[in-house]
C-alpha cells in the first residue's frame, strides 16, 4: 500500500502562536500550509480545493484580520462540509463558541497553548485520519459485482462474500478487462486484445475462458452477452 499523505491548513494571525503551531504540526503531520489571516486561509483552501487536493485538518484563530476563523471556517464549510476544523483561541466567549454550532469543529485549543495537550490532540486526529483515509483506501479498491460477488482491483482476487474465488491467469484477465469502463460493453476483440494481446484468438478459445468463469459464479452469474457485440457485467 502507498504511503498515505496527511496535510494541514495552520491559520494564524499571532507570530509566536504561528510559530509554535507549526512546529509541532511539522513534527505530527506530512505537509502543512501556513495562512496568516481568514483570506489567506480561505484562498490556500480553495486554490487546493480546486487542484482536487484536500486538508485533513484545518487548524485556525478565530479573531484575525481581514476574515475572523469563524467566517472562514462557514466559507470552507460551503465549500467542503465534511471538512473538520480545530480552533485556537484567546477568548472563552459565549458568542463565539455559540456560533461554532453545527459546524465540524473536532477541538478546541485555548492560548496559552498547553504544548502538551496540543500534541496529545494532534497525534490523536492523526492516528483517526490514518484510519479513516485507510478504511477509504481499501474501499475505493473494492468493486461490487453484484450483491454476492467483489474484485479487489490491487489483489486482482474475486471474492463470494468473504469466500476466495479462486481465478486462472486468463480468467482474471477476463474479469480485469470486464470491469474496465464497468458499465460499457466490451467487444470480443478487445477482450481477446486484453487476455491474449492477440485479435486473432479464436471466438472458441475466448468463450471457453468466458464458460469457466460463468461456471464458477453460476449461482449469481454477473457476465451477460450481448449479442454480435460482445459482453458485460450486470
Known amino acids: 500500500m502507498d504511503k498515505i499523505t496527511t496535510r494541514v491548513l495552520l491559520v494564524e494571525d499571532e507570530e509566536d ?18 495562512a496568516c489571516d481568514g483570506q489567506e486561509g480561505l484562498n ?13 485538518l484545518v487548524l485556525t484563530d478565530i479573531k484575525m484580520p481581514n476574515k475572523d476563523g469563524l467566517t472562514m471556517v462557514e466559507d470552507i464549510t ?3 462540509d465534511e471538512q473538520k476544523f480545530i480552533i485556537v483561541s484567546a477568548y472563552k466567549d459565549e458568542e463565539y ?16 497553548l498547553e504544548i502538551k495537550t496540543v500534541m496529545e490532540i494532534l497525534k490523536k486526529v492523526k492516528s483517526k485520519v490514518l484510519e479513516d483515509k485507510s478504511k477509504n483506501e ?44 464497468i458499465k460499457q460493453i466490451k467487444t470480443k476483440e478487445f477482450l481477446k486484445k486484453s487476455i491474449w ?5 479464436s471466438d472458441a478459445t475466448m468463450r471457453t475462458v468466458i464458460k469457466r ?11 451477460s452477452s450481448i449479442k454480435g457485440i460482445g459482453y458485460i457485467i450486470e
Open 97 to 112: 463558541l455559540f456560533k461554532s454550532i453545527g459546524l465540524n469543529i473536532i477541538s478546541y485549543f485555548v492560548k496559552p
Open 197 to 201: 494481446n492477440d485479435t486473432n484468438t
Open 78 to 80: 460551503k465549500l467542503n
Open 44 to 56: 490556500i483552501y480553495k486554490k487546493y480545493y480546486e487542484e482536487e487536493k484536500s486538508f485533513d
Open 138 to 181: 481499501n474501499l475505493s479498491e473494492i468493486i461490487n459485482l453484484n450483491k454476492t460477488y467483489s474484485f479487489n482491483t490491487k489483489t486482482n482476487l474475486l471474492y463470494k462474500k468473504d469466500e476466495l474465488i479462486h481465478l486462472s491467469k486468463k480468467e482474471t484477465l477476463l474479469l480485469k478487462a470486464l470491469i474496465t469502463n
Open 213 to 223: 468463469v460463468k461456471d464458477k459464479v453460476s449461482d449469481d452469474d454477473f457476465i
Open 17 to 34: 502562536a504561528r510559530e509554535i503551531l507549526s512546529f509541532y504540526l511539522d513534527t505530527i503531520f506530512d505537509e502543512v500550509q501556513i
